[in-house]
């Protein structure tokens, strides 16, 4: 930054540029959190669909 | 020789074998990818100096440039794993380009979006067809393609098949990418660091954008084995394996 000090305020201006800078590194972030999350849940739902069949497997061959 | 090197990659690229190795190995990339991340970030918003020309605006840099960055080399470690998986057979090369795929996509959707915010400013619009912006946008739609084959196949074969040869048609694009601003006159910049010239770039700017670079590559290696991981529960459901290891989860 322009000047000697720091102050938050002109860091969080980005020069007038603030709009385009926080919503790049913004968006960013949504995506790092997603990729990161999503896989996460996606496991979950694998693991539930597996113990599923597993489950009706067992129960078909109670039942036959 | 070359049979007992086939029987090892055989070993080591069982979806049983990976899957055990594999979550050892994520954590591994996913805290260096944090660490290196976050000072990266540091770096690039409290360290690198204002740019003469640009402004504040350029320090969009460290995004753009390395989701750009990943979302062509995601797309080589993809195609490459289709191309494996359709001559050799290896399932968990299949497994690997499929798991790609998505983070491809979002870091191609990442540098679209990025660039754009940066040209509003810088160029005037949002968006121009421009060579470069073009065939990065024709990049994004071939990872669509890819993931909608995958999704819309129903037998797993014929479906790494297809999209496996739509990937490999599509690394085509990659040089095009890469050279379309050279090749056309466009609105997009020059290369600043990837060529063959000393980087037209100062240092301070250089090393968050390198340090960003290893970050989002390290952060890709830990999500793509988290991803493969569970392809490889689900496409290997049926195997006893999987059954014991989903029943003590």
């Known amino acids: 930054m322009n000047g000697s000090e720091f102050s938050w305020s002109e860091f969080l201006h980005m020069g007038g540029y603030a709009t385009f800078v926080w919503s790049s590194y913004g968006l960013a972030l949504v995506m790092v959190v997603f990729n990161i999350v999503s896989p996460m849940i996606e496991r979950k739902r694998v693991i539930a669909r597996v113990k599923r069949a597993i489950k009706r497997e067992a129960n078909s061959r109670q039942t036959s | 020789m070359f049979k007992r090197i086939w029987a090892w990659i055989q070993k080591f690229s069982s979806p049983k074998h990976f899957y055990r190795i594999s979550g050892k ?3 591994w990339f996913a805290v260096p990818a944090a660490v290196l991340g976050v000072y990266a970030l540091y770096m690039g ?6 740019d003469y020309q640009q402004g504040e605006s350029y320090r969009i840099i460290f995004i753009h ?13 993809m195609a490459v794993s289709a191309g494996i998986g359709l001559i050799w057979q290896i399932k968990l090369a299949d497994m ?29 619009a949002y968006w121009v067809w421009d060579a470069r912006l073009t065939s990065e946008l024709i990049l994004l739609f071939l990872y669509f393609g890819y993931m909608a084959l995958q999704s819309a196949i129903e037998d797993q074969r014929t479906a790494d098949k297809a999209s496996g040869l739509l990937a490999i048609v599509g ?11 050279e090749w056309w006159n466009t609105l997009h910049q020059g290369a600043t660091v990837a060529k063959f010239d000393k980087p037209s770039m100062h240092i ?4 968050p954008l390198l340090l960003m670079a ?5 952060f890709y290696a830990a999500i793509v084995l988290i991803r493969a991981r569970n392809e490889v529960l689900y496409r290997e459901r049926n195997r006893q394996w999987v059954k014991e290891l989903v029943e003590k989860l």
């Open chain 2, 96 to 124: 690997i380009a499929a798991a790609s795929a998505p983070i491809g996509a979002w870091f191609a959707f990442l540098a679209l979006v990025t660039g754009s915010l940066w040209g509003k400013p810088m160029w005037g």
């Open chain 2, 65 to 77: 440039v390395p989701a750009a960055w990943m979302s062509m080399f995601i797309y080589m470690v």
């Open chain 2, 214 to 218: 290893i970050a989002a590559k390290l």
């Open chain 2, 171 to 181: 690394v085509v694009n990659i040089p095009i990418i890469h050279y379309s601003v």
């Open chain 2, 45 to 50: 918003l409290f360290v690198a100096p204002t």
């Open chain 2, 204 to 207: 301070d700017m250089l090393i």
């Open chain 2, 25 to 27: 190995m994520i954590p």
